[in-house]
Protein backbone atom coordinates (compact mmCIF):
# COMPACT_ATOMS: atom_id res chain seq x y z
CA UNK A 1 0.00 0.00 0.00
CA UNK A 2 1.37 3.42 -1.05
CA UNK A 3 0.52 6.50 0.99
CA UNK A 4 1.72 9.88 0.47
CA UNK A 5 4.10 11.20 3.01
CA UNK A 6 2.63 14.66 2.76
CA UNK A 7 -1.32 13.81 3.58
CA UNK A 8 -0.26 11.03 5.97
CA UNK A 9 0.62 10.44 9.50
CA UNK A 10 1.59 7.38 11.56
CA UNK A 11 -0.04 6.93 14.84
CA UNK A 12 1.56 4.83 17.74
CA UNK A 13 -1.54 3.99 20.00
CA UNK A 14 -0.09 3.45 23.73
CA UNK A 15 2.96 1.80 22.95
CA UNK A 16 3.77 2.18 26.50
CA UNK A 17 5.78 0.09 29.43
CA UNK A 18 2.18 -0.39 31.67
CA UNK A 19 1.40 -2.29 28.16
CA UNK A 20 4.46 -3.86 26.56
CA UNK A 21 6.76 -4.57 29.12
CA UNK A 22 6.56 -7.77 31.37
CA UNK A 23 6.49 -5.89 34.53
CA UNK A 24 3.61 -3.41 33.17
CA UNK A 25 0.30 -3.90 34.86
CA UNK A 26 -1.16 -4.44 31.75
CA UNK A 27 1.24 -6.62 30.28
CA UNK A 28 0.46 -8.83 27.05
CA UNK A 29 3.17 -10.79 25.29
CA UNK A 30 1.21 -9.67 22.31
CA UNK A 31 1.84 -5.52 22.70
CA UNK A 32 5.67 -6.36 23.76
CA UNK A 33 5.73 -8.32 20.28
CA UNK A 34 4.05 -5.27 18.13
CA UNK A 35 7.41 -3.35 19.63
CA UNK A 36 9.87 -3.77 16.54
CA UNK A 37 7.23 -3.52 13.69
CA UNK A 38 5.74 -0.12 15.10
CA UNK A 39 9.60 0.79 15.74
CA UNK A 40 10.32 -0.16 11.75
CA UNK A 41 7.30 1.60 10.60
CA UNK A 42 8.13 4.85 12.37
CA UNK A 43 11.56 4.57 11.02
CA UNK A 44 10.38 4.23 7.40
CA UNK A 45 8.02 7.17 8.32
CA UNK A 46 10.64 9.57 9.59
CA UNK A 47 12.84 8.88 6.34
CA UNK A 48 9.91 9.91 4.55
CA UNK A 49 9.31 13.08 6.07
CA UNK A 50 5.99 11.70 7.42
CA UNK A 51 4.54 12.66 10.42
CA UNK A 52 4.70 10.54 13.52
CA UNK A 53 1.86 11.00 16.41
CA UNK A 54 2.44 8.61 19.86
CA UNK A 55 -0.13 8.65 21.83
CA UNK A 56 -0.31 7.96 25.81
CA UNK A 57 -2.91 6.55 27.87
CA UNK A 58 -2.30 8.60 31.02
CA UNK A 59 -4.92 8.84 34.52
CA UNK A 60 -4.19 11.00 36.99
CA UNK A 61 -4.39 8.99 40.12
CA UNK A 62 -8.01 11.19 40.83
CA UNK A 63 -9.70 10.66 37.18
CA UNK A 64 -12.26 7.98 38.01
CA UNK A 65 -13.34 9.23 41.73
CA UNK A 66 -16.48 11.06 41.24
CA UNK A 67 -17.26 8.63 38.08
CA UNK A 68 -20.87 7.68 37.51
CA UNK A 69 -20.00 4.44 35.32
CA UNK A 70 -17.08 5.34 33.19
CA UNK A 71 -14.06 3.98 35.31
CA UNK A 72 -10.79 2.36 33.95
CA UNK A 73 -9.71 1.31 37.03
CA UNK A 74 -12.96 -1.18 37.84
CA UNK A 75 -12.28 -2.19 34.66
CA UNK A 76 -8.83 -2.48 34.57
CA UNK A 77 -7.07 -2.41 37.46
CA UNK A 78 -4.97 1.11 38.60
CA UNK A 79 -2.92 1.21 35.11
CA UNK A 80 -0.70 3.85 33.37
CA UNK A 81 -0.98 6.56 36.59
CA UNK A 82 0.21 9.82 35.37
CA UNK A 83 3.75 10.06 36.16
CA UNK A 84 4.82 6.68 36.45
CA UNK A 85 6.98 4.29 34.63
CA UNK A 86 4.13 2.38 33.29
CA UNK A 87 2.74 5.81 31.31
CA UNK A 88 6.02 6.31 29.54
CA UNK A 89 6.78 5.17 25.97
CA UNK A 90 8.85 2.31 25.73
CA UNK A 91 12.23 3.25 25.03
CA UNK A 92 12.26 1.46 21.42
CA UNK A 93 9.88 4.04 20.91
CA UNK A 94 11.99 7.34 21.53
CA UNK A 95 9.93 10.11 20.28
CA UNK A 96 11.71 13.05 18.87
CA UNK A 97 11.56 16.86 18.96
CA UNK A 98 9.34 16.64 15.37
CA UNK A 99 6.93 14.17 16.84
CA UNK A 100 3.54 14.97 18.32
CA UNK A 101 3.01 13.43 21.73
CA UNK A 102 -0.81 13.00 22.55
CA UNK A 103 -1.87 12.69 26.20
CA UNK A 104 -5.52 10.70 26.23
CA UNK A 105 -7.70 10.20 29.15
CA UNK A 106 -9.45 7.66 27.43
CA UNK A 107 -9.67 5.32 24.37
CA UNK A 108 -10.06 7.35 21.88
CA UNK A 109 -7.10 9.18 20.71
CA UNK A 110 -9.39 12.22 19.21
CA UNK A 111 -11.70 12.76 22.64
CA UNK A 112 -10.78 16.00 24.51
CA UNK A 113 -7.04 16.01 22.55
CA UNK A 114 -5.26 18.20 20.17
CA UNK A 115 -4.91 15.23 17.61
CA UNK A 116 -7.85 16.69 15.41
CA UNK A 117 -6.74 20.62 14.92
CA UNK A 118 -2.59 18.69 14.54
CA UNK A 119 -4.20 16.36 11.42
CA UNK A 120 -5.72 19.76 10.11
CA UNK A 121 -3.12 22.00 10.55
CA UNK A 122 -0.80 20.28 8.72
CA UNK A 123 -3.26 18.74 5.73
CA UNK A 124 -3.09 14.93 7.22
CA UNK A 125 -5.75 12.85 5.39
CA UNK A 126 -4.91 9.38 5.93
CA UNK A 127 -3.84 7.66 9.03
CA UNK A 128 -1.74 4.44 9.60
CA UNK A 129 -2.53 3.73 12.87
CA UNK A 130 -0.29 0.91 14.75
CA UNK A 131 0.02 0.18 18.52
CA UNK A 132 -2.20 -1.46 21.27
CA UNK A 133 -4.65 -2.83 22.12
CA UNK A 134 -6.21 -3.54 19.01
CA UNK A 135 -9.97 -4.05 20.59
CA UNK A 136 -9.64 -0.98 22.91
CA UNK A 137 -7.76 2.52 22.51
CA UNK A 138 -6.45 1.17 18.57
CA UNK A 139 -9.93 0.50 17.81
CA UNK A 140 -11.37 3.37 19.53
CA UNK A 141 -9.16 5.94 17.90
CA UNK A 142 -9.34 4.27 14.51
CA UNK A 143 -13.24 4.71 14.30
CA UNK A 144 -13.44 7.94 15.27
CA UNK A 145 -10.70 9.41 12.92
CA UNK A 146 -13.06 7.38 10.02
CA UNK A 147 -15.90 9.08 11.90
CA UNK A 148 -14.08 12.35 10.97
CA UNK A 149 -13.59 11.74 7.39
CA UNK A 150 -9.87 10.34 7.98
CA UNK A 151 -8.56 7.86 6.11
CA UNK A 152 -7.85 4.74 8.89
CA UNK A 153 -5.23 2.48 7.86
CA UNK A 154 -4.72 -0.24 10.37
CA UNK A 155 -1.06 -2.52 9.77
CA UNK A 156 -2.21 -5.72 11.21
CA UNK A 157 0.67 -7.33 11.81
CA UNK A 158 1.79 -3.94 13.90
CA UNK A 159 -0.64 -4.15 16.27
CA UNK A 160 -0.98 -5.84 19.95
CA UNK A 161 -3.54 -7.31 21.93
CA UNK A 162 -3.68 -9.42 24.60
CA UNK A 163 -5.24 -12.16 22.86
CA UNK A 164 -5.20 -13.01 19.16
CA UNK A 165 -8.87 -13.18 19.18
CA UNK A 166 -9.00 -9.77 20.27
CA UNK A 167 -6.84 -8.46 17.72
CA UNK A 168 -9.23 -10.67 14.87
CA UNK A 169 -11.93 -9.23 15.75
CA UNK A 170 -11.23 -5.69 16.55
CA UNK A 171 -8.77 -5.97 12.78
CA UNK A 172 -11.94 -7.42 10.91
CA UNK A 173 -14.28 -4.99 13.04
CA UNK A 174 -12.44 -2.06 11.16
CA UNK A 175 -12.07 -3.53 8.03
CA UNK A 176 -16.04 -4.30 7.78
CA UNK A 177 -17.04 -1.09 9.06
CA UNK A 178 -14.46 1.89 8.45
CA UNK A 179 -10.64 1.67 8.15
CA UNK A 180 -8.45 -0.71 5.97
CA UNK A 181 -5.62 -3.50 6.32
CA UNK A 182 -1.92 -3.64 5.39
CA UNK A 183 0.69 -5.23 6.32
CA UNK A 184 4.17 -3.52 7.26
CA UNK A 185 5.65 -4.75 4.28
CA UNK A 186 2.96 -3.08 2.11
CA UNK A 187 3.50 0.11 3.42
CA UNK A 188 5.43 2.25 1.42
CA UNK A 189 5.83 6.18 1.76
CA UNK A 190 5.90 7.66 -1.23
Known amino acids: MQVDPDSTAVVVV ?54 HYYDEFDRWGEHVVEGSWEAELVEELDPTDEDLVVVKHTYDAFYQTQLEGYL ?15 NVCVLHTASSAGLRDYRPVLVEDAVGAIEDDHREYALEHADFLFGELTALDDVTFA
Open 14 to 67: DMQNGFCHPDGSLYAPGSEAAIDPCATLVARARDADTPVVFTRDVHPPEQFEDA
Open 120 to 134: ESHGIDDLVIVGTLA
